[in-house]
């Protein structure tokens, strides 16, 4: 049993909210007392069904709208380097609050709880449906996933006209989201001495055809619903060698393919056997030992377009990968939006821009309770 | 203090005398009894002037004949692998003795035994002055080996016109050695997420070149006092990778060098600097981690010629280094010859062929004996 967490006040503002978050520790794997912090704060407000799911807390509002929104949030961080509680300090006029989760993303959460107690309430005429998501273990291996869980065991949780992702984005909608294809090619050779070399084959010299390439290589730049994805193909590893005076019977080089979501996987592990066919011709092998969908942004989609209008600034693409691919994979249209810095996550020196808050806070009430919905 | 050993009986021939020798570990570093027993026996025979150093026995006629030759036998094997006591197979009609040292290099040691048997007493009329070394420790890093040791503490004793190294040739006078050198090319890069590789600089395609060249390389032959040296150039190892997701900042590949005794040190480290220039010239950088310099064979001196018509197969280049580049360092022709079989070295399943033993004992007389001396 964990101790349970003071309650969570959501009539707070959003940065005295995202301070009581960050303030409860919920490393992945221990988010359970801040789960239930969450849970008892929604179950709290009346006008939400609630659901628990593990250490996932899932709330919605039933208002028969014609749109649903569904806002998804992960609660756990990566480990505490010593940089917790919160504080807040001024750098050369810039407010800003440190402490880890700050960023990635408890004050995305902070948002997603500011609009349940706006539209979670009795009473309450949003526009539009609203589906709160707060799940477990994204900052681990993909397995404990806790929004991969709830795809598969309350899949229809999950549904809606539009998912938005608080990941960290600097308060840019950012669309979609990119593949990623790991594979593994292996150089076959032959051991010899070195003192006889042509006893054998060397198979770090059999790689130069691959590096090559690989250093060839010109990435793709493809243009989906305004939004420019760029690919990139790369060697993320490369070992070979048995001993000082023996040559090499076998290399290996680890490739990352990262692709936009017009391709599915086929095709992109397809692009990636036609790029290196001369080396698989001449006995290379593949293994894939790493695969994941990318997410169209589908910002064509009304319910998109409306969103991106709100927030009021230009829609980029997301090229690392998220969780937002897990939407996709039902034909949702999925964003990234959050008020957090992507290059803070994982830092030590984490921290959130505190006039980045509330504008993440108004630009979802405004879609929210927007009149074009 | 170890246990004594049995009396050597250097009046055995020289199949006996070498099961004697085998049936003595020696591991390196464990050599003391048998050094002993050696030392004990060169002293019996009482016409040698014998000098311990360590682990090293030194023995030599002092005849004042106008030509010296050097015997050297290292005492030293690898560890057993369940292969002693030594025992004798008939495989296909071929008598073998298989056991730990048999082929490297004690039946080399036993011939040299022999030699001071017949030689090494009083009244002994040799064409030629003989000296005899027996060290420990070649089996293991450079900096322990006994050779070495005598090199740097009693140099006088290797002086002479011609050396002998009785590592196993299967019986064929193996000219000088080839020299090696080890270097490290660092490829630098600059690391980067795979999702925004732009911002990175890829070390692993940097490492392109490198490869391109070596797997281009096209090796040198030279031919010296009629021996053909094949030269080769080859990686070793390679590494890089930081992560799955991330453009690895270093990528690092060992090369080893192999090169022909008409190059020394610097003109080899020169050329490999003059291969990889253009990777040099990119920001690549090189470390040299290794470097021995190889042995002319001197066979064009009339002591070696002398000894290559006494064995009286042709004679051919020695590929791998060999401590007879210490003796080449004092300018003196040096070659190996001894009856193992190379091929069976630090194998379990070691053995050396009988009928090899008799004729290397034959050869070694006749030259010794030598009227041409």
Redesign the interface.
């Known amino acids: 049993m964990s101790d349970p967490l003071p309650e969570l006040d959501l009539t707070a503002d959003v940065l005295t909210l995202t301070r009581q978050l960050v303030d409860a520790p919920s490393v992945s794997g221990s988010e359970e007392p801040l789960a239930d912090a969450v849970e008892a704060a929604l179950r709290g407000l009346g006008g939400l069904e609630v659901e628990r799911v593990g250490n996932a807390v899932l709330a919605r509002t039933d208002l028969d709208r014609d749109t649903r929104i569904v806002l998804a949030g992960h609660l756990d961080t990566v480990p505490i380097a010593d940089n917790l509680p919160s504080r807040i300090e001024d750098v050369d006029g810039e407010e800003r609050l440190y402490g880890c989760g700050t960023s990635d993303m408890k004050s995305g959460d902070a948002v997603m709880l500011r609009l349940a107690a706006r539209f979670g309430v009795p009473g309450a005429q949003p526009a539009r449906d609203v589906t709160f998501v707060f799940y477990d273990n994204e900052e681990v291996e993909a397995v404990r996933n806790g929004l991969g869980r709830v795809a598969r065991e309350r899949r229809g949780w999950l549904y809606g006209d539009l998912a938005i992702l608080m990941e960290p984005t600097d308060g840019v909608v950012e669309g979609g989201c ?1 593949g ?1 294809l ?1 594979v593994v090619l292996t150089v076959p050779g032959k051991r010899a ?6 006893l054998g084959v ?1 198979a ?6 691959i ?2 390439t ?2 060839g290589y010109r ?1 793709r730049e493809v243009e989906i619903d305004g939004l420019t994805y ?1 690919e ?1 193909l ?15 019977d076998v ?1 290996q ?2 490739v ?1 393919f ?1 692709f936009a979501p017009d391709r599915d996987e086929d095709q992109a592990l397809d692009h990636v056997r036609e790029v290196f066919a001369d080396a698989l011709a001449a006995g290379v092998t593949l293994e894939v030992t ?1 695969s994941s969908a990318g997410a169209l942004p589908g910002l064509a989609e009304p319910a998109a377009a409306a969103f991106v209008a709100a927030v009021g600034r230009p829609a980029r693409a997301k ?3 998220t969780d937002v691919a897990r939407f996709a994979a039902f034909g949702i249209p999925a964003l990234n939006y959050g008020p957090g810095d992507p290059n803070l996550a994982h830092q030590v020196g984490e921290y959130t821009r505190i006039d980045r808050l509330q504008p993440a806070e108004d630009a979802l009430i405004a879609y929210v309770s927007g009149s074009d919905a």
């Open positions: 990119q990623t790991r001495h070195s003192a006889r070399s042509w060397n770090v010299h059999g790689a130069a055809g590096l090559g690989l250093a990435a760029r990139g790369n060697a993320v590893r490369i070992e070979g060698g048995v001993a000082g005076n023996v040559l090499p290399c080089v680890t990352n990262r790493d090229l690392g990968w």
